[in-house]
């Protein structure tokens, strides 16, 4: 291709769409699948020569409000996140709506249908509609650059912040993406002084409240003459398609054309009129979105609309074109025919994109030499009845080695220890655990809860010095305060730290922190750590051996479950190429088989 053409990741023509529209202020909080989204932005910068803001924030809310604070001295800012991080931001998303920008402020918040890698797949328009803020869909990274520029058009022409709203096969695809030319930023910050708008008490809420509705009306009718104008070149038919960002893109791979699609690009706000002129032309409607039946709940008469409400999409996992044209031929009741054109060359309407249904692969494990197994591994054998809180994070995985019992949302390990502890009174050992960029991000708060409630268990904060799931973005810890120095200022009355690979120092101090907070004493802080073996600087040793002692008994494959140990025929071997040397699995052989070499 040309030299203004680039093979891009959806992330990265995301951050390409902020730079080329002017913005020039960016944060984020890592979270798959948004992480790429802050790097990209910082690499365009550097590649067009551009000065910007650029940072990781502790958490979403913080992050928000940086973002917000720009917006209001007349810069273009973008922030990004993924569905649940929204969760952590959305104080500031709700009120930003009423106060507005001065300049432009685009969240983009990547949703994961599945889900993949998050704890629900809740679909971000859902609080966009919640909050009055504009929300646009896009169904391919191309269509994701635009969608930011457009993003950023309509919140400085409407001062409003506008969501952009990716989902994972838009985000992590890709695809070859026009690369255009750079808007002018806004030049000489500042900030109007307007306490009715940006400090307003409820008084002035009110007012906001009705000035953000007439905005909003305005937008929807926008949106009406874009659907109105598809309309025109569409003849009345027995079904139609409405379709809006990814289902748009599987439905075009699925039916071929056999049937005409409305495609809806802001699914929200929606226009009322438009929508019944599109009932007027279909005898039937089936909707295609992702997650969940914005659009489908829109329509004047629901009794021939067709979607997740009424079974035909199912209610949970992704949208596929197998899927879609199951639907159609549920709804229509006759076989899809594929186009002309292909047909002419063989093709399918079945895309290779797994179901959600679909099972298989290799379960994910630590990485070998991962410091946190060393560490699961003691709690389970030292605390064989014990209870174990986990979080968010590779060390999630944990529980394939039995030591994470529950896993809510970023944070939520600590009040959920405290609630365990209060509501079983003691009488069972609770450990926790947490990585320190999860602790930053909203360990901090419950820990200071539980200290002045008098909870009584184990905090396990696993230190690998970097947020290792996402990518390896640092934590406030390399250039902020210690986690050691925020726990004690906390009033946490038991603080040890240990080195996880040294097995026996580990040990003694987990026992040691059981039998304090068991005793009723209060919260005892286990300090943990290592650095991550692939983004830290981990001194790489000589690959341990197994000797004939090796009985074929497991521990080391199955329960300590380092994937740099495997089973050949009946005694366990090593993958020397993927062991680190760390030496943790020597004290976990019973009969002592694990060897270092010299």
């Given at each position: ?570 005694k366990a071997e090593v993958d020397t190429n993927a062991c680190t040397g760390c030496g943790a699995c020597l004290s976990v052989c019973p009969v002592g088989a694990i060897e270092?070499?010299?």
């Amino acid at each position: 291709m040309g030299g203004n053409h680039k093979l891009l990741l959806g992330n990265e023509a995301i951050a390409r769409g902020a730079i080329e529209a002017g913005c020039r202020v960016a944060y984020s909080y890592p979270g798959t699948p948004s992480s790429e989204i802050l790097p990209a932005f910082e690499r365009w910068a550097r590649f067009e020569k551009q000065e910007v803001i650029c940072r990781w924030a502790i958490n979403e809310k913080v992050a928000y409000e940086l973002a917000l604070a720009a917006a209001y001295t007349g810069l273009f800012a973008m922030v990004s996140m993924k569905q649940v991080g929204l969760n952590v931001a959305m104080d500031p998303f709700m009120s930003s709506a009423y106060t507005g920008v001065k300049g432009a402020l685009v969240l983009v918040s990547v949703d994961d249908p599945g889900p993949h890698s998050s704890q629900t797949e809740q679909d971000s328009r859902q609080m966009a509609l919640a909050a009055k803020v504009p929300v646009i869909d896009s169904s391919s990274p191309a269509e994701a650059k635009e969608a930011m520029k457009e993003a950023f058009r309509i919140s400085q022409r409407y001062q409003i912040p506008v969501m952009v709203r990716p989902v994972l096969r838009v985000a992590h695809s890709r695809q070859n993406v026009e690369l255009s030319g750079l808007e002018d930023p806004p030049s000489d910050p500042s900030f109007d002084r307007d306490p009715s708008r940006w400090a307003a008490t409820p008084v002035h809420r009110y007012r906001l409240h009705l000035e953000l509705n007439r905005k909003i009306q305005e937008l929807a009718k926008e949106e009406g003459e874009r659907i109105l104008s598809q309309l025109k070149a569409v003849p009345q038919s027995a079904l139609g398609i409405v379709a809006s960002g990814i289902g748009w893109a599987y439905a075009m791979d699925a039916l071929g054309g056999a049937l005409p699609i409305i495609k809806v690009e802001q699914p929200y706000p929606v226009d009322r009129e438009a929508f019944a002129a599109i009932q007027r032309r279909f005898a039937k409607l089936l909707v295609l979105e992702e997650t969940d039946p914005l659009l489908e709940a829109s329509f004047p008469d629901s009794s021939r609309v067709f979607g997740r409400l009424t079974g035909h999409i199912p209610s949970a996992g992704e949208l596929t074109p197998e899927s879609i044209k199951r639907a159609v031929e549920e709804v229509q009741k006759i076989e899809i025919n594929p186009c002309p054109e292909m047909s002419r060359e063989g093709s399918t309407l079945s895309l290779s994109i797994p179901s959600s249904e679909e099972g298989g692969g290799v379960k994910p494990r630590l990485c070998p030499g991962c410091g946190h197994r060393p560490v699961f591994y003691l709690m389970k054998r030292l605390f064989p009845k014990g209870i174990f809180p986990g979080d968010i994070g590779c060390y999630t995985l944990g529980v394939n080695l039995g030591a994470v019992d529950t896993c809510l949302c970023m944070g939520a390990a600590v009040s959920i220890a405290a609630g365990l502890q209060a509501a079983l009174k003691g009488e069972v050992p609770i450990l926790a655990t947490i990585g320190d960029s999860t602790f930053y991000h909203s360990g901090i708060p419950p820990l200071v809860d539980a200290v002045e409630s008098g909870a009584s268990f184990v905090l396990v904060i696993l230190d690998n010095s970097t947020t290792a799931m996402t990518g390896g973005q640092p934590t406030p810890a390399q250039r902020g305060p210690s986690i050691e120095s925020i726990v004690r200022g906390c009033g946490v009355p038991f603080v040890r730290s240990v080195h996880t690979y040294q097995m026996e120092e580990l040990r003694e101090a987990l026992k040691e922190a059981g039998e304090f907070a068991l005793a009723g004493r209060g919260v005892a802080v286990l300090l943990c750590e290592s650095p991550c073996v692939v983004y830290g600087r981990v001194e790489r040793r000589p690959p341990v051996s197994i000797s004939d002692k090796c009985t074929g008994c497991g521990v080391c494959v199955e329960r300590f479950e380092c994937p740099a140990l495997y089973f050949e025929g009946e005694k366990a071997e090593v993958d020397t190429n993927a062991c680190t040397g760390c030496g943790a699995c020597l004290s976990v052989c019973p009969v002592g088989a694990i060897e270092t070499q010299d």
